[in-house]
């Protein structure tokens, strides 16, 4: 509202960058009838399944994660000093908060191409495969925080490593291609021990039961593993933190 041509930039682009997706998608399967194992509406579901995942990472974390450099720097309207001093949990407090709303259009045009994906699918999912693919695409947001999370930890050993977000943000475009994709040891790293796939891949092959559902489980204790770990790099980087104040 601040900034109508800003708004309305942002509002045009968003779909825009979803119709050349989509775009992208019937380019292949004009020349395939499968793709890893998808058809070209599983590849919609797909597509739209990365997109809600990545506009709720982007939405509940990635801002505040971004600040951390300012906060360490004090540079920005606080330090890490007040994160500190919070009568709340620092992690919680110095890594989220900071909701950008400009992804709200992209989580709803998320949800329209997976709908339109699962309409044009002959097979009907259970109630349990819509529970668990809901499930698993916020499993997936949370492995967008803790790759990023980790990455940016080591901002504690200086504040002017920058790139980590843009390692990041590549990194996390692997997340929206077929588990199929991934073979070998980078199967099993992006699969399952760090399983950037549960931004997409994963709940959609739990919708289409694809998957047995008995790697829910699985899925559920990898991401408590990678839980424990963020809780314990976050411990040790506040090793490294001296005071601003000092």
Do not use: C
């Not at 509202?1 to 997706?21: A, D, E, G, K, N």
């Not at 790293?189 to 709940?203: D, G, R, S």
């Not at 047995?212 to 809780?231: D, E």
């Amino acid at each position: 509202m601040i900034s109508p041509v800003t708004f309305w930039m942002v509002f045009l682009i968003v779909p825009l960058y979803s119709l050349l997706q989509i775009l992208f998608l019937e380019t292949v399967f004009t020349h395939t009838n499968s793709f890893l194992g998808y058809s070209k509406y599983e590849g919609y579901v797909l597509m739209g399944t990365y997109r809600i995942v990545q506009a709720m990472g982007f939405f509940f974390f990635v801002g505040r994660l971004s600040e951390l450099k300012n906060l360490l720097r004090g540079t920005d309207h606080e330090t890490f000093d007040t994160v500190l001093t919070k009568p709340i949990d620092s992690q919680l407090y110095g890594t989220m908060g900071k909701y950008m709303l400009g992804n709200i259009g992209p989580f709803f045009i998320g949800i329209l191409i997976t709908v339109y994906g699962m309409i044009h699918l002959d097979y009907v999912p259970t109630a349990g495969g819509i529970i668990s693919y809901i499930f698993l695409a916020f499993l997936g947001t949370l492995v967008m925080y803790f790759s990023l999370f980790i990455l940016q930890m080591l901002l504690f050993w200086s504040p002017e490593l920058q790139f980590t977000e843009a390692i990041w943000d590549n990194a996390q475009q692997f997340g929206k291609y077929p588990s199929a994709l991934y073979q070998g040891g980078i199967g099993i790293l992006v699969n399952l021990m760090f399983p950037i796939t549960l931004m997409a891949a994963i709940p959609s092959e739990f919708l289409f039961g694809k998957i047995p559902a008995y790697m829910l489980l699985t899925y559920t204790g990898s991401i408590f593993v990678l839980f424990i770990i963020t809780r314990l790099v976050w411990k040790f980087a506040l090793q490294r933190y001296a005071s601003f104040s000092s």
